[in-house]
């Protein structure tokens, strides 16, 4: 009998690593599904509630194993730290109101942080804050 044991349903392994646990088995793997009446479908109103569903649920599931990224970069350095950063499409560059200097905001997957931030500050990135994300809407 396995009286220590725990048994826990995960999507992301954070929390497995957050407590330190790791798996020993995999018991079942799922995944989701939308479901619309064809009626209920085709009536206007109902059809713009589910394509809105839809839309939040697909733009929760991109957003699964990534996350975002600012830093500030002297302008000097932007071309630099862009060659690293394998953003999601392209990152977005603002002007910061000290002159010389740049916000660059991106997402990326959250398996190449480890690697990725050392080499942004060793080229002069600094303030880099990674956030999590809830949506990705394409």
Do not use: C
Request: hydrophobic share 45%; no cysteine.
């Amino acid at each position: 009998m396995l009286a220590d044991a725990i048994v826990e349903v995960t999507e992301t392994g954070s929390s497995l690593r957050a407590n330190r646990l790791r798996i020993i088995d995999t018991v079942m793997e799922s995944e989701t599904h939308l479901i619309a009446n064809r009626t209920a479908y085709g009536d206007t109103w109902k059809k713009q509630k589910i394509d809105n569903l839809s839309l939040m649920l697909n733009g929760a599931i991109a957003a699964q194993g990534r996350v975002g990224l600012m830093m500030n970069v002297e302008k000097k350095h932007l071309d630099q730290v862009l060659a690293m950063l394998p953003a999601l499409d392209s990152p977005t560059i603002s002007a910061l109101s000290e002159s010389g200097w740049a916000a660059v905001n991106t997402v990326l997957e959250e398996s190449v942080l480890r690697d990725v931030i050392p080499k942004l500050k060793s080229s002069g990135a600094t303030g880099i804050v990674e956030y999590p994300l809830n949506k990705i809407v394409f």
